[in-house]
């Protein structure tokens, strides 16, 4: 854009095309293909580097251990959890339930004090749809108009080859990606056993790196901004955490109506018109189609494509950046600074709450946990001087290493007397059972209900002490 005239010539050709409806559907509900402008400026280039950080620690978590586990893994077909080296089974469900409370009430204070910075900048849809696909896109075919008349051409050599190139590049990357996704799922040994072994050996593993592939692929080269505009449960809660404090992406219109457009004449002189020029820049760069200028919207994911075109055109008409910009509607209406609010000083407080319990719970969680019943159906026992209970024990070994265990009893005069063998061998992640007798001389035993308490130990180190009661004559 060296003029004005050519700002207005490439909003001329699109200009019959947005309208205040859904960019995305026609009047007759079919799906509006669109074909932004690729953004550059000082937020895109902050963009390319935030995705450098997102790939490298994307491509390389799975290949990182702490304790022999991977930094993240998301089992569930074996419902095995590891977050930076720490094993997590179904018997930790409340540490991981009030761990995702706690990640939703995180998400709540982010959305309500700054927006969807997280879908512009981070989201994987995000970084791999307008960072990796629509660039090679844009190599292959062109951007915005260009783009749109390519696909309405009608079918040569040309269009054959760079179409065909295309969609094979997308199908390699999205075999790349779905192999990482499964590595965050079964590990990167997991994902090496299924690409080395024939697929009959691991036909589950097989079978879901194809359809990782196939649904990446689709969500790229065919769902793409729908999954923001349409699918996303985020982008559905931001219609109801945005307020008027929160910090987003928004046109100031204040500053900038009554739009109207300029002449080469008009740039340089003192006519009182708004700052927006009234070029539609903003919205042909923007990925989901919407206009900036209508305020706030569902669509809109924070990408900051229209503030970067927005800047370059008020440079080229002398007037001052940031028309649109960073800022809640409470800065822009009333020219206040930021300021938090009774609101997110109060979910900040919940969740500050909740990280300490959900802290302590993990500081004070035992790298085995016992389930310790009496046997069902059996009372007491007497035999001479003596009172025996038999009891239960699940024992569940939360680490990534074997252990060997002992179980002993704190009462005195109480003794063990195991059906099976003690020390018990639990392999990292298993369980292991054992019965054995508790006995007491009678002597001891003056009341129905005596509790008592019983050691799980790892050599002469206690690990869990595991409460029940054991049952004797009136």
């Not at 729908?226 to 809660?237: F, K, M, S």
């Not at 200028?293 to 940031?322: F, S, W, Y």
């Not at 298993?430 to 008592?452: H, L, M, N, Q, Y």
């Amino acid at each position: 854009m060296e003029n004005i005239d050519d700002i207005y010539k490439y909003a001329d050709s699109e200009q019959d095309e947005f309208r205040n409806t859904l960019a995305t559907v026609d009047k007759d509900g079919k799906r509006i293909w669109l074909y932004p402008k690729m953004p550059k400026g000082a937020f895109f280039n902050k963009r390319i580097i935030a995705t450098i950080l997102f790939l490298a620690v994307f491509l390389s978590a799975p290949f990182i251990k702490i304790n022999g586990l991977p930094l993240i893994m998301m089992n569930i077909f074996e419902r095995k959890f590891a977050i930076f080296g720490q094993l997590f089974l179904p018997q930790d469900f409340i540490i991981f339930g009030l761990g995702m409370i706690t990640f939703v009430v995180f998400i709540i204070l982010f959305t309500v004090t700054y927006g969807r910075i997280w879908c512009g900048w981070l989201c994987p849809q995000t970084v791999f749809m307008e960072m990796i696909f629509r660039p090679i896109e844009v190599w292959l075919e062109g951007e915005g108009r260009t783009q749109k008349k390519f696909d309405e051409a009608p079918w040569d050599f040309n269009k054959a080859w760079r179409k065909t190139l295309k969609h094979v590049i997308y199908i390699t990357f999205s075999i790349i990606i779905a192999h990482f996704t499964m590595a965050y799922m079964v590990g990167i040994e997991g994902v090496k056993d299924i690409v080395t072994k024939p697929p009959t050996e691991n036909l589950s593993g097989f079978v879901g790196l194809i359809v990782f592939t196939g649904l990446f692929y689709f969500v790229f080269a065919k769902l793409r901004e729908q999954v923001c505009v349409a699918i996303c449960p985020y982008g559905r809660l931001q219609g109801v955490l945005v307020t008027k404090d929160t910090m987003t992406i928004i046109y100031d219109e204040v500053r900038g109506e009554p739009r109207a457009r300029i002449s080469k004449k008009e740039v340089a002189s003192e006519v009182k018109k708004g700052d927006c020029i009234d070029c539609g820049l903003c919205v042909q760069v923007c990925p989901t189609g919407i206009d900036i200028r209508n305020g706030i919207q569902l669509e809109c994911v924070n990408c900051t494509a229209c503030i970067d075109v927005c800047d370059e055109v008020m440079v080229k008409v002398d007037r001052p950046k940031g028309l649109i910009r960073y800022a809640s509607v409470d800065t822009i209406k009333n020219n206040v600074p930021f300021k938090f609010t009774i609101r997110t000083l109060a979910y900040t407080l919940v969740l500050a709450a909740l990280v300490s319990v959900v802290g302590i719970l993990l500081v004070n969680r035992s790298s085995v946990e016992t389930t310790l019943m009496r046997v069902p159906g059996q009372l007491y026992q007497e035999n001479g001087d003596k009172i025996t209970n038999l009891y239960n024990a699940q024992m569940v070994n939360k680490t990534n290493s074997d252990k060997v265990l002992n179980i002993t009893i704190k009462e005195q005069g109480a003794t063990l007397k195991f059906i099976g063998q003690n020390p018990i061998k639990i392999k990292a992640g298993s369980k292991a059972e054992v019965v054995f007798f508790v006995e007491f001389p009678k002597d001891k035993i003056t009341k129905r209900s005596t509790p008592i308490k019983i050691q799980i130990m790892e050599k002469d180190k206690q690990l869990e002490e595991a409460k029940t009661n054991f049952q004797g004559p009136n």
